[in-house]
């Protein structure tokens, strides 16, 4: 079993539509959590990140993490073109160590 | 600010092969990361550097794989010899220490085909 499990999709939703992409993870040791959005042939991009539990938002994009059922969402609201990409969650120990990713989920948004 | 560079883009090569890898990290940056990303898959740390030394180097196959990172700036990720396995996007990213995850910037990354 991999340490951290993604919904594996892909997505294909409207423009304007709300995006839910999860992770689940096995090691409770994991205090950061982080959203990396990746464009074809590029390298992923920080999105968001969140120490331990709680809620994060930031304009359209809303970060979730729930530790006791070691679970983690990102919601993408009033979707638009430009947010086609996979999606990659990711996960560390501590704020200056290796970073344990998901497969990633791939999104596109329809005009 | 340029970034992360690297090269090449894209590499194909026969197996039993070797290749390299170059990475520039954004200037300043101490701690270079070099990982692996399968197709379809997340990446995976391979190595991490502080500065001139490997500190964490667990997840590297040293039998074919080897990195080095002279005088604390530039790196090189060398495969000898490729397997067929071995396609992959290689990332390199870097950090400041102290900056933490929010200073992790990832490279394009070169994507190698072994045939």
């Known amino acids: 079993q991999k340490e951290v499990e993604q919904d594996p999709g892909p997505l294909s939703v409207p423009e304007g539509a709300i995006v839910s992409l999860n992770c689940t993870y096995s090691?409770?040791?994991?205090?950061?959590f982080m959203w990396y959005r990746q464009y074809s042939r590029k390298g992923p991009e920080l999105l968001m990140y969140?120490?331990?539990?709680g809620n994060k938002e930031d304009g359209r994009f809303t970060a979730q993490v729930d530790k006791s059922s070691k679970y983690i969402s990102l919601f993408i609201r009033d979707s638009q073109p430009s947010d086609s990409a996979t999606y990659l969650c990711a996960m560390s120990l501590s704020n200056d160590y290796k970073l344990s990713f998901g497969a990633g989920t791939t999104v596109t948004v329809r005009a | 600010e340029a970034g992360v560079v690297q090269s090449p883009r894209y590499k194909i090569i026969e197996k039993k092969q070797p290749v390299a890898f170059w990475c520039n990290p954004i200037s300043g940056h101490n701690t270079l990361y070099w990982y692996r990303q399968n197709l379809g898959q997340g990446p995976e740390l391979l190595i991490r550097y502080e500065n001139e030394e490997a500190v964490d180097d667990s997840q590297l196959p040293k039998d074919r794989f080897s990195a080095e990172r002279l005088k604390g700036v530039d790196s090189t990720l060398k495969i000898q010899p490729a397997e067929l396995g071995d396609s992959a996007v290689y990332l390199c990213a870097s950090s400041l220490p102290g900056q933490g995850i929010n200073g992790y910037t990832f490279g394009s990354g070169t994507r190698l085909t072994v045939v």
């Open positions: 090691n409770s040791a994991f205090q950061y």
């Open positions: 969140t120490y331990s539990s």
